[in-house]
């Protein structure tokens, strides 16, 4: 059986703040609900996410900023910087760790700027909502085999579609310039490379 995260609940101290931090992100506006004495449910989702983002009043017990380590996914982090920072986010600058495999906790072990040889999941930038809820956003452009199949491959956004599309011609260029041959089958391999690049499986030569 499938089991889809579909809601992470965020605890603040003040809805209507964080409702307006949140949406001047960009971040979709989905329900903003209330119901009796004082009870009220506000759900937003990042751009081109599965899963969305509740937060509200009498919705969890956890103390107001007490959420951490909450996880973006960009396909460009310094992309991603600059258009946190254009939308009011106090954001971190880039950086990698100092261990090479994931970030430690806090701001242990942080290295400034990217991944050197800009790895797939190696480059990361924080920040945090009004209240402290503590963000992630990690860059990942190829995924690891086997976390996503193949036979479902898709796309949540016409941004992250134009991203694969990108990145797909790219490495098309790459691979003409490699045979000499001009392919006149691209979209063929443009396809392949796309699904296997979200699956993790072996690219098209």
Known sequence: ???????????VSDVDRAKDFYTALGW????DVAGDDGFRVVQVTPPGSP?????????TDQAPGSAQGLH??????????????QRGADTSEVFHDA??????GGTDARVPGPDARRSSYG??????DPDGNGWILQEITTRLPGRLDPATT???????????LRRAA????????????????????????????????EPPS
């Open 1 to 11: 059986m499938d089991m889809k995260l579909e809601v992470v609940v965020v605890p």
């Open 28 to 31: 979709r506006l989905d329900a």
């Open 51 to 59: 899963a969305s983002v509740i937060f509200g009043a009498s919705v």
């Open 72 to 85: 973006l996914i960009v396909d460009d982090i310094e992309a991603a910087h600059d258009e946190l920072k």
């Open 99 to 104: 261990g090479g495999v994931f970030h430690h």
């Open 123 to 128: 480059s990361f930038l924080s920040f945090s």
């Open 154 to 164: 898709g796309y949540a956004s016409v941004e992250d579609l134009t991203g694969a």
């Open 170 to 201: 790219a490495a098309h260029g790459e691979h003409e310039a490699r045979t000499g041959v001009e392919d006149p089958n691209w979209p063929d391999w443009y396809a392949r490379y796309m699904v296997s690049e979200q699956a993790g499986s």
